[in-house]
């Protein structure tokens, strides 16, 4: 015991001195260890600040009204924090010690998987001496350095999986049982699609350890092997069902479904294969030269270690396999290699076994062992991948050398000096890929010696975040002041749109405002159609996003938005909603809508979905506001209506009477007109004179493209300007990772306030089209102002409002559907005068309940879906762990390992 508490001593110290002294450079250059890019500027520190927010607004964190239109944040963020054991200590600190944490979590996570490593190696009763390289090894890989500043909670699954493993060791050899269920408990609270991968990780391992068992032919062996560990697994799963269980509802009401299939072409033949597979393992991975060094051992000794070398096997056809790497990695891109610490951890446990039972006194021994460590220093000086190619070509051959010479000597003196020299090879490499990658990160950030920057890993380098760019991002002080100032009080909900160099699609989440944007995975799909495919909004098409129907005066008005803030100066030029009075707040611009929709207030006409999907998309926002449109079943008969082309909205142009240029190669076909060119396709749409009101502009096509892609500009003369575009990347026909292949082949232009426009110049991207439909509409907005009215005389007067709840009174003169500025979530529950009464979707994406004549009290309260069958799982899987712990019907197990 005491001898290995000095080893574990050891791996601590080397971890942290390995970490610390390249990272310190981080610090000293005035940098934190963040990203500044991608996801974790846009998304994971948003999110911390608001579950740090409502964390300690007393109330439970189920809902939170500052991402979309709101949204179940116990239900949509449980894949990225909620759960996240590394985060919570950071719930205590204040909101803005979270980039200050990043190192120290980094090197306490690191440290965790070495200790986790030695642990498992040394259950297995593997030498200290190669537990501690081993434990190194597995650590400090490309991948595990790179990832924490880009997505830190990828890392998890490192630090994880040997703590399950030790945990599994412990179950099958010894029937204890809590370090397995806890460990599968954390990993499975931590991320649900991170689990997916663990579990296939425990399989193979599962699978190579039974084969390790003395009676391996019988069918009830396998059974009962598997049915033991199996059962516990189930239990530590089941234990994290409150927040597991809810995390996969969402999933399964996200676009997960609508998600294109991933290219998994094979790499080619034999050569190109090997090729990518020691590429996917030494770039994008950053894999250590240790395990990869001793698998022509194995192979030579086949009869010794044929599980070994059957595991080893299955693992490089997987990583050689573009479709295999992408299921092990939870069916992602095959180039991020998702699975790495998979990967990566059993090959350590192959590695450390071949070391430990190869007699290396024996001459073929030895001489494969140097044989593959000059073919490895080949490789790497033929690909390299850090600042150092020479040095680290030179490693293997040392390591291989002194470890020979260690196995072959008697001198117990001499012994310790070629261990610490074999060791200190390893831990060169190990300090070589922290290093390089730290000062590609500082060259980056300071755009010095950028040409030597060597990383080959899985992202790009971004540059680091700083002091100055995160509290321009995340404290900026004139946001600060207006929204502060502009807030709702306790009793009223209204949201608001702030436009700033500052904001990004999650902003709201952290300046606590009620919004309409969010990116993030897990956001509701039905949020996402609805503007996608139902208003056919402009801008890029793609999945993960709601942009938030910034140029629609009617959506504004309906989801009730009070302001438009601008804390840039000259950046509100460009706004020209309908109703909007323009004011300052401390050298903000304010735009505030005299008009907006109350919370709540009533429809009197309803019609089906059927009928909005059937109308044009140049005025669909315009039915919305007038009339309530729910699923079919749905339709109260007393309030059904039909309907028409509102009145308001009158048609001021159409395709007829467009030019076709004479590059285009226009041409009738049945289903429209059919334009194809090698240059970009100019048009112009002429619109009629007319009266001031919603100029918009709505195509429907059919693009004959390599992805069925458009970009389209649309201009009018008087310099608006909008554009759109579907799957296609930066002007070219390549699909992005999150495009919508399937969304509807249509867009409307939604101009804003106009009445001097005579002309509307549309620019396609070269390629073959069939332009199906346009047409031009100007919608004055007579009649707004009464419903405007009536809206607010029949509203719903808020008496309490929460995250979680609210409540408020509501006069009805005549039966219709109140409208609830609440996305649709099957978790609200809606009571009126205590009695509890259904919620239908309306509008395809807000809440509404039928309510006859009468004063009523509305209340509605919130528990995320999944959360009361979680809760009874856990119960569940509590008791059956104490039912298993008394009777222990495996305790005589004769097919422990």
């Known amino acids: 015991m005491n001898q290995t508490r000095t080893w574990l001593a050891l791996v601590v110290v080397a971890v942290a001195t390995i970490s610390i002294i390249p990272m310190q450079n981080i610090v000293t250059n005035g940098f934190f260890y963040v990203a500044n890019g991608g996801d974790i500027k846009a998304q994971y520190i948003h999110y911390f600040n608001e579950f740090h927010e409502l ?52 090197i306490i996570k690191l440290i965790l998987m070495a200790v986790g490593a030695f642990l498992l190696l040394n259950k297995l009763h593997i ?181 070994l070398v059957t595991l080893i096997t299955v693992l490089l056809i997987i990583v050689g396999v573009p479709p295999l790497l992408s299921a092990l990695g939870g069916f992602s891109n095959p180039t991020e290699f998702r699975s790495f610490p998979i990967v990566n951890m059993l090959m350590i446990v192959f590695t450390v076994t071949v070391l430990n ?136 909900f209204y949201r608001m749109n702030v436009h700033s160099n500052s904001v990004r699609y999650n902003s709201a989440m952290t300046y606590g405002y009620n919004h309409t944007t969010a990116y993030q995975s897990l956001l509701p799909w039905d949020v996402q159609q609805f503007e996608m495919d139902i208003l056919a909004e402009t801008g890029t098409r793609s999945l993960n996003l709601n942009k938030g129907y910034l140029n629609s005066t009617y959506m504004n008005s309906l989801i009730g938005n009070r302001y438009h803030i601008f804390t840039d100066q ?58 309530a449109f729910v699923n079919e079943e749905n339709v109260d008969a007393q309030l059904q209506t039909t309907v028409e082309q509102p009145k308001s909205v009158k048609q001021i142009g159409t395709m007829s009477t467009i030019e076709w240029p004479q590059s285009a190669q226009a041409e009738q076909v049945q289903t429209g007109i059919k334009v194809s060119s090698d240059e970009p396709i100019t048009f112009t749409l002429p619109i009629q004179e007319h009266t001031r009101g919603q100029l918009s502009v709505a195509m429907e096509f059919e693009a004959r493209t390599p992805t069925e892609g458009i970009h389209v500009t649309a201009e009018t003369d008087t310099g608006q300007s909008l554009a759109f575009q579907k799957n296609m990347s930066r002007g070219s026909y390549k699909l992005k990772q999150y495009h919508y292949s399937s969304t509807v082949n249509a867009v409307n232009f939604n101009f804003g306030i106009d009445e001097s426009a005579r002309s509307i110049h549309l620019t396609i991207k070269p390629g073959t089209f069939v332009i199906q439909k346009i047409t031009a509409f100007i919608d004055d907005f007579s009649g707004y102002k009464e419903i405007y009215k009536q809206r ?95 009777r222990k019907p495996f305790r005589n197990n004769k097919y422990r390992i």
């Open 55 to 106: 964390v300690r607004s007393g109330e439970l964190p189920f809902w939170s009204w500052e991402y979309a239109l709101g949204g179940s944040f116990w239900n949509d963020y449980g894949y990225y924090m909620l759960g996240d054991v590394f985060i919570w200590p950071l719930l205590a600190l204040p909101v803005d010690f979270f980039p200050h944490a990043n190192i120290p979590i980094a």
């Open 127 to 307: 030498n200290f001496h190669f537990a501690f390289i081993g434990s190194l090894a597995y650590t400090f890989t490309g991948y595990h350095i790179e990832f924490f500043y880009i997505h830190y909670f990828f890392l998890n699954i490192a630090v994880f999986f040997p703590y399950i493993l030790l945990g599994f060791e412990r179950l099958t050899r010894s029937n204890k049982p809590a370090l397995f269920v806890v460990m599968v408990f954390l990993a499975s609270i931590g991320n649900f699609y991170f689990m997916f991968i663990l579990t296939l990780g425990i399989l193979l391992y599962a699978l190579y350890r039974f084969f390790t068992l003395t009676d391996k032919k019988r069918i009830k062996g396998f059974v009962s092997y598997h049915l033991h560990w199996g059962l516990y697994y189930l239990i530590g799963l089941g234990l994290s069902m409150p927040i597991f269980l809810p995390s996969l509802y969402s999933f399964l009401n996200s676009n997960a479904s609508y998600r294109p299939e991933i290219q998994q072409e094979l790499y080619g033949g034999v050569k190109e294969t090997l090729v990518s597979t020691y590429q996917l393992l030494s770039w994008n991975g950053g894999m250590s030269f240790f395990p990869l060094l001793f698998i022509p051992l194995a192979f030579i000794q086949f009869k010794r270690f044929k599980a």
């Open 357 to 492: 039972q190869t007699d290396f006194t024996k001459v073929r021994h030895a001489f494969v062992l140097l044989l593959s460590s000059l073919f490895l220093s080949y490789l790497y000086y033929l690909f390299p991948f850090n600042r150092y190619p020479l040095l680290t070509a030179i490693l293997p051959p040392v390591f291989a050398t002194t470890f020979a010479l260690f196995s072959y000597t008697k001198s117990n003196a001499i012994k310790r000096s070629l261990f610490v020299a074999s060791a200190s090879a390893l831990i060169l490499f190990s300090y070589i890929t922290v290093s390089t990658f730290v000062s590609d990160l500082i060259s980056k950030s300071t755009n010095t010696d950028t040409e030597q920057i060597a990383h080959k890993g899985v992202w790009s380098v971004f540059p680091l975040m700083d002091e100055d760019v995160y509290k321009a991002v995340y404290e900026d002080k004139a946001i600060q002041t207006v929204v502060n100032e502009l807030r709702p009080g306790p009793e009223e």
């Open 570 to 627: 000259g950046t509100s030029g460009s706004f020209n909603l309908y109703g909007y009075e323009e004011r300052t707040v401390d050298q903000s611009v304010v735009f505030e809508n005299n008009y907006r929709m109350p919370f709540g207030f009533l429809y009197h006409d309803v019609a089906t979905n059927e009928q909005l999907l059937s109308s044009s998309y140049g005025f669909r926002d315009r039915l919305l506001f007038e009339t």
């Open 792 to 886: 607010q005389e029949e509203a719903l007067h808020i008496t309490e409002f929460n995250n979680n709840s609210l409540q408020g009174l509501i006069h009805v003169e005549e039966k219709g559907l109140l409208n609830l500025s609440i996305p649709y979530h099957e978790g609200w529950k809606a009571y009126v005068d205590d009695e509890e009464v259904n919620t239908i979707k309306v509008n395809s994406l807000l809440t509404g309940i039928y309510l006859d004549k009468g004063v009523h009290d509305v209340k509605l309260t919130f528990t995320p879906s999944g959360l009361l069958l979680g809760l009874i799982v856990f119960a569940l899987s509590i008791l059956a762990y104490f039912i298993l712990a008394i």
